[in-house]
């Protein structure tokens, strides 16, 4: 599967697109980010980039979120489920040894989102998102707001219709 527009106006709704880098605001230094949530190995203090970087990084960086989904996820997805879980990998992670992820936790096991999710209870997998929301952090609202609106994506709504329910819910 692809991720539709719905599904990338709500990424792109939630993650800014920043020219310039800038440190985690959880850690205040690593990772550093830019563009559109990009980060990883040659990210850090006082990159700049083009609009086309930061658009041609977008992209690579939803084609390779799709190929995790699609390589991951083994039950069947309407088109919305698909870009709400896209969009969670965006920006939590798949996860790997060091870091808890949405595919992997630290101890190699699937979180509790794929394993509801792959043993067909789309109905845990839903209520699964609520969890990754970081508690007492500086993001925990605007993680909050971002998870139901993915959570509006997977029911079918669309990205701005998601949204708007997701500040109706938390709003400022």
């Known amino acids: 599967m692809k991720t539709s527009a719905e599904g990338l106006a709500l990424i792109e709704h939630y993650e800014d697109d920043r020219l310039v880098s800038y440190p985690d605001p959880k850690t205040g230094g690593a990772p550093w980010t830019i563009g ?3 980060t990883g190995p040659g990210i850090g203090p006082g990159l ?10 977008f992209a690579s960086d939803v084609a390779e979120r799709e190929r995790i989904v699609n390589a ?21 992670g798949p996860g790997n040894a060091n870091k ?22 789309y109905q845990g997998a ?3 998102f609520a ?27 669309t990205a701005r ?10 709003p400022r």
């Open 36 to 38: 559109k949530g990009a």
């Open 48 to 57: 700049i980039w083009s609009q086309q970087q930061s658009d041609d990084r």
């Open 72 to 92: 991951t996820v083994k039950v069947t997805l309407e088109q919305g489920m698909f870009d709400a879980m896209v969009s969670i990998v965006f920006n939590v």
């Open 100 to 121: 808890d992820g949405i595919m992997r936790l630290k101890n190699g096991k699937p979180s509790t989102l794929l394993r509801l999710l792959n043993a067909g209870d």
């Open 126 to 128: 839903y209520a699964q």
């Open 131 to 157: 969890v990754w929301i970081s508690p007492g952090s500086s993001v925990e609202l605007g993680l909050r707001r971002r998870r139901r609106a993915e959570q509006g994506l997977w029911q079918g709504l």
């Open 161 to 170: 219709d998601a949204i708007a329910v997701a500040l109706a819910q938390f």
